[in-house]
């Protein structure tokens, strides 16, 4: 039985240009490591949604709903700018 598909989710803004570069790397890895990525595309588009969703920057890539950067945990500074 193969091992279920690893949930990943980019957030960013509207005008990010690397989203699809992240987003890219995403399957890269994924085909590296030998699995399969359930990929969500998350905009964030005002300052209370990046509040709300603790988003300190553009993009911001989550595996399993933790941020790859592991210095974003600490973070309190969310915000579209």
Partial sequence: ???AP???EIL???GCG??????DAVYRVAEEVG???TLADTVVDTPE????????GSPTVRVR????????EERTDYGLG
Avoid: K, N, Y
């Fill in 1 to 3: 039985m193969p091992d």
């Fill in 6 to 8: 690893v949930s990943v």
């Fill in 12 to 14: 960013h803004t509207v």
């Fill in 18 to 23: 690397h989203w699809q570069a992240a987003r």
């Fill in 35 to 37: 699995t399969t990525v």
């Fill in 49 to 56: 949604a990046a509040r709300a969703l603790r988003f300190p």
């Fill in 65 to 72: 709903g933790r941020d790859v950067q592991p210095e974003a």
